[in-house]
């Protein structure tokens, strides 16, 4: 049988990742970031100085970029690695975030991150983060998830996590910004931001990390 998967989609700041990597770390299975893929195509492009609404020099890029995830030796934040190029700093910027979302609209460029992403699928299992997690990549994916929160809640939860990390952003900028990139991510023709019919929906609306955790936990081990 193969490897059972674990889905995680929302929009951006719906806690997704930090929710994922705790899920993951504690059940010992594996993670894909997919939202970092994206990232990483958009700033690959960027740094080839491509128009990034040119989409046959966008998708080349995205089937030529080479993505790969390292572990921080001391525990830390794992590093995204562009090309040879630790890009990890670069990528969490909120401008990095739109123009992953920009290139994902374009279904040419999904289609070429699909096989790397279904190699992730390994025993003992995997935890996936996205927004099409569920619905197109892993849509036999046994246990499914998606979280929510206002979009208040998001834009601070993304400021608090941008500061801390020493970048400078406003809390109103950020809101607009992330409102932006979510509808755009749900309105577009392919794998759109949406709940698979399957999946669990939490409003993380006021919980707190450890009551999300549990909650999603508990999908996997009723
Ligand atoms: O999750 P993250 O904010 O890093 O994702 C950045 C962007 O990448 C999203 O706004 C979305 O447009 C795109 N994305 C996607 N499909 C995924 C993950 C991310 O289209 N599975």
């Keep these: 049988a ?9 929009p951006s700041g719906s806690g997704k990742g930090t929710i994922s990597a705790l899920v993951a770390e504690r059940l010992g299975w594996r993670l894909l970031d997919s939202g970092a893929l994206y990232r990483a195509v958009g700033y690959a492009a960027g740094m ?7 989409v046959e020099a966008v998708t080349r890029c995205a089937q030529g970029t080479k993505i790969q995830f390292r572990a921080a030796p001391d525990g830390g934040e794992t590093r995204v690695i562009v090309n040879g ?9 909120e401008t990095a975030g739109a123009a992953a979302s920009a290139i994902a609209s374009m279904p040419s460029v999904r289609e070429a991150l699909v096989a790397l992403q279904l190699g992730f699928r390994k025993l003992p299992g ?4 996205g927004r099409d997690m569920g619905t197109v990549i892993f849509p036999d994916a046994r246990y499914k998830v998606f979280l929510t929160a206002s979009a208040v809640e998001r834009a601070k939860r993304r400021y608090k996590q941008l500061k801390e990390k020493g970048l400078s952003v406003t809390l109103a900028g950020l809101q ?22 399957d999946a669990l929906l939490v409003d993380t609306t006021g919980m707190g990390i450890d009551e999300v955790v549990a909650k999603v936990f508990a999908v996997v081990q009723p």
């Design 48 to 54: 080839a100085g491509l128009d990034l609404s040119d």
């Design 85 to 93: 190029h630790d890009a990890t700093d670069e990528l969490r910027t």
């Design 126 to 129: 995997l935890v996936a983060d």
């Design 2 to 10: 193969p490897a059972p998967v674990l889905t995680i989609d929302g």
């Design 176 to 197: 607009r910004e992330i409102e932006a990139r979510d509808s755009r991510d749900a309105s577009r023709a392919v794998a759109p931001l949406k709940p698979a019919a």
